[in-house]
C-alpha cells in the first residue's frame, strides 16, 4: 500500500495534513510508503476526478472518492471524509485511519477503555453487526465491570444481540486473533494491549459520566453509538462491485434451476432442503409450494399467452405493467428485466410501433430472456448488458421505466435513483415494485443469502420517496402495500445457507437446527416486510 499527499504549493492546508497523515501513517503502516507530491495545476487532477488540494491518495484511489457530494453515501464507501471534513479543510485523524484501515482489511480488532461496560461494549456489538463474518471483533478493558443496562438497551434498540457480550480483561486476549486495537478512552488511562497490532485512538466521551435524569444519560449513549457506527462503516461498507457480483451469481444459478424446473434436491424427498432461493418466491422448481408469479400477483391467465417455463424463471413482488398507462408507440425501460416476463408483458402494450428496453448485469438472465423474447415473436425488444447505477441508455429518452423487485438488491440506491431521472423523457413517469424492510435486525442484514432474497438491501418506504424525490423526481408516492405474511415470509427466505448454526450449507443442517434459524428470522421480520409499489414522474 502507498499513501500519497498531493498538494499545491500555495495551499494552506497542505503542512497540516502531510503531518496529520506523518502520524497516523506511522501506525498503521511502514513510514516508507508514505509520499508528498507537489502538483503544480490542479486542473489535470480535477480532470482525473481529484477535488483539489490536498488530496490523500491509497494505492492511487482519492480517499474521500471521486463522486460529487450529491451521490450521497451509496456513491463511493468513503463519502464520509466530505460530511466530516472540518472549517480548515483537514479530514480529521479517525477519518483518514478509519479509510486507511477499510483498504488494509483488518482480520481481528480489539476495541478497549477501561470499564469494558460502556463504548468498548457498543463498539463491539455495532461492529459485529456490520463486520465481515470473517472478522474476529473483541472487546476489553483494564479494570473491566458490569455491561451498563444503558449499552444493552441502546444496542437492542439498534436491532443488535447483545447475549454473548460479556467484560473482559485485557490481560485475557490472545495476541494472535488480533491484529488491529481501537482504543476508546477519552480523559481516562487507556488499558495496554502487548500484543504487535495496528494502534488507532478514537478519544469518546464517556458516556457512564453523563450527569443529568435517566433519560439524559441514555441520550449520551445513544450518540456515542451512533458516532461509533459511522465510523465503522467508513471500515466496513460492503464493496458495491462485491456485492453485484454475488448477487448475479446468485441469480444465474436461480434461472438455470428455474429453467430446467430442477430446484436442486433430487426428488425434494424427506430431509432434503432443496430451494433455489431467489427474490419473492424463494424457492424455484419441484420444492417451492406455489408459484412465485401468484405471490407476485400476477393474472395467471397472462401465462397462457406466454412462452412455456417462463413462470418458474420469474422472481418478482408485482405486477408493475399492469398499472402502468403505456401506450403504443412508447418506450419503456425495465431494469433488471430478468427471464423477461415483464418486458413481454410491456411489448404487447407499446406494440410494434413502440420500443422496451431490458437492462441485466447477469448474462445468463438476458440469454433466458432473449429465447422469450424470440419464442414470443416480438420484435421490438432490445436486451442489454449492464448495471442499473450505470445504465447503457441514452439521456431523456425513454417515457417508462419499470422495475419489479430489482432496485431493493443494488448497494448504490442513490445512483439508481439518479438514473430513473437522467433516462426520463420530461413528463416521462415510474413504475417500480419492490421490497421494503422497516427496522432490519442488524444481524440479518449481515447475510448474502438474505441480501440476494431481497430482504437485507431492503430501505423504509419513507427513505425510498426520499431517494425519489432527491434525485429531481416528483410526485413520488406508494400506490399499493402489501406486507408479508409469516407463510408468504417463508417463501421469500427460505432456508438461508449462511445460517448461523450451519457449517456447510442448508442441506446438511439437520431439520431442527433449519428450523430454528428460520424461525427466529421469521420472528425478527414479522410485520416488518412488504411489497410496495411507487410510482413518481419527471417534471416538464
Not at 38 to 58: C, Q
Not at 315 to 340: N, R
Request: net charge negative; aromatic share 4%.
Amino acid at each position: 500500500m502507498k499513501i500519497e499527499l498531493l498538494f499545491s504549493t500555495d495551499d494552506p492546508n497542505a503542512e497540516s495534513t502531510w503531518s496529520l497523515l506523518q502520524e497516523v501513517g506511522r501506525n498503521l503502516v511502514p513510514e516508507a510508503l508514505l509520499e508528498r507530491r507537489e502538483i503544480r495545476t490542479f486542473k489535470k487532477a480535477a480532470e482525473a476526478g481529484l477535488r483539489g488540494s490536498p488530496t490523500i491518495l491509497v494505492d492511487g484511489r482519492d480517499l474521500e472518492g471521486p463522486g460529487k457530494p450529491s451521490d450521497g453515501p451509496g456513491h463511493d464507501p468513503l463519502f464520509a471524509v466530505r460530511q466530516y471534513r472540518d472549517v480548515a479543510g483537514v479530514p480529521p485523524r479517525w477519518l483518514i485511519e478509519a479509510a486507511i484501515l477499510r483498504q488494509l482489511k483488518p482480520e481481528g480488532v480489539l476495541f478497549l477503555c477501561v470499564a469494558n461496560s460502556a463504548r468498548s461494549q457498543l463498539a463491539e456489538g455495532i461492529a459485529r453487526s456490520i463486520a465481515p463474518a470473517s472478522v474476529r471483533v473483541l472487546s476489553a478493558g483494564s479494570s473491566p465491570a458490569p455491561i451498563r443496562p444503558e449499552t444493552t438497551r441502546v444496542l437492542a434498540a439498534m436491532a443488535i444481540d447483545a447475549g454473548a457480550q460479556s467484560p473482559k480483561s485485557v490481560d485475557t486476549i490472545d495476541p494472535a486473533q488480533v491484529d488491529t486495537v481501537i482504543t476508546l478512552c477519552d480523559e481516562e488511562v487507556c488499558p495496554v494491549f502487548l500484543g504487535k497490532a495496528r494502534r488507532l485512538h478514537w478519544g469518546l466521551t464517556d458516556p457512564a459520566g453523563t450527569e443529568g435524569s435517566p433519560a439524559e444519560k441514555l441520550n449520551a449513549f445513544f450518540r456515542t453509538a451512533n458516532e461509533i457506527k459511522s465510523r465503522l462503516e467508513v471500515i466496513w461498507k460492503p464493496d458495491p462491485d462485491a456485492v453485484r457480483r454475488q448477487v448475479s451469481e446468485f441469480y444465474a444459478e436461480a434461472v438455470s434451476l428455474g429453467a430446467t424446473g430442477d430446484c436442486g434436491a433430487g426428488d425434494c424427498g424427506a430431509g432434503d432442503c432443496g430451494t433455489a432461493s431467489s427474490c419473492c418466491g424463494t424457492s424455484t422448481g419441484c420444492c417451492s409450494g406455489g408459484s412465485t408469479a401468484g405471490l407476485a400477483g400476477y393474472d395467471e391467465a397472462a401465462f397462457s399467452m406466454l412462452p412455456a417455463g417462463l413462470r418458474n424463471t420469474t422472481f418478482g413482488c408485482g405486477d408493475p405493467v399492469s398499472v402502468a398507462e403505456i401506450q403504443p408507440g412508447q418506450t419503456v425501460l425495465d431494469l433488471g428485466c430478468g427471464a423477461g416476463l415483464d418486458l413481454l408483458l410491456a411489448a404487447g402494450k407499446t406494440g410494434p410501433t413502440g420500443r422496451v428496453i431490458g437492462v441485466d448485469m447477469t448474462q445468463r438472465m438476458l440469454d433466458q430472456a432473449r429465447a422469450n423474447v424470440n419464442a414470443a415473436g416480438h420484435s421490438n425488444v432490445e436486451l442489454r448488458l449492464g448495471t442499473i447505477e450505470d445504465l447503457p441508455v441514452e439521456d431523456a429518452s425513454v417515457d417508462w421505466v419499470i422495475s419489479n423487485c430489482v432496485i431493493n438488491l443494488s448497494p448504490e440506491k442513490n445512483r439508481v435513483w439518479s438514473e430513473l431521472f437522467r433516462v426520463l423523457r420530461p413528463g416521462g413517469q415510474i413504475r417500480v415494485s419492490d421490497i421494503t424492510a422497516e427496522d432490519m435486525p442488524a444481524w440479518a442484514r449481515r447475510s448474502m443469502h438474505m441480501y440476494a432474497s431481497c430482504i437485507a438491501g431492503a430501505v423504509p418506504v419513507q427513505d425510498y420517496l426520499d431517494g425519489l424525490t432527491r434525485a429531481g423526481l416528483t410526485g413520488a408516492r406508494a400506490l399499493s402495500m402489501h406486507v408479508y405474511s409469516t407463510v408468504q415470509l417463508q417463501a421469500l427466505v427460505g432456508t438461508p445457507k449462511d445460517a448461523d448454526e450451519c457449517e456447510s450449507g442448508c442441506c446438511d443442517c439437520s431439520p431442527s437446527i433449519s428450523s430454528t434459524y428460520t424461525q427466529r428470522l421469521l420472528s425478527s421480520l414479522q410485520g416488518k416486510i412488504a411489497t410496495v409499489l411507487f410510482t413518481a414522474k419527471r417534471p416538464i
